[in-house]
């Protein structure tokens, strides 16, 4: 699933990019600037995983620490729209898992 890994990458490049170039700046600056690149990951990652015909089965995505609600947040949208399948989970290195359904 390439072309996954290509989007979540470029996000995370584009937020270390934009965290360093507003350093110092509010934080709410920082929010303002990565949520228009943000809000665009469910609907890339639906269109990538549509365009690869890879709608059910199970995936497996290992994201930083820091990334890991932005990334459960897409998984959970794409869920809820009937993009990913019918469930999603996502679970800590302590293995307690958090179901969509």
Do not use: H
């Amino acid at each position: 699933m390439g072309r996954c890994q290509n989007i979540l990458n470029d996000y995370t490049t584009f937020r270390k990019k934009t965290e360093k170039d507003l350093l110092g700046k509010p934080k709410s600056t920082i929010t303002r600037r990565l949520n228009t690149k943000r809000n665009e990951l469910p609907g890339a990652i639906a269109s990538a995983v549509v365009e690869a015909n890879y709608t059910s089965g199970k995936w497996m995505l290992f994201p930083p620490a820091g990334e890991v609600d932005t990334i459960w947040r897409t998984v959970v949208e794409g869920t809820i729209k009937g993009r990913f399948g019918p469930t999603s989970k996502v679970a800590t290195d302590g293995g307690e898992a958090m179901v969509c359904t």
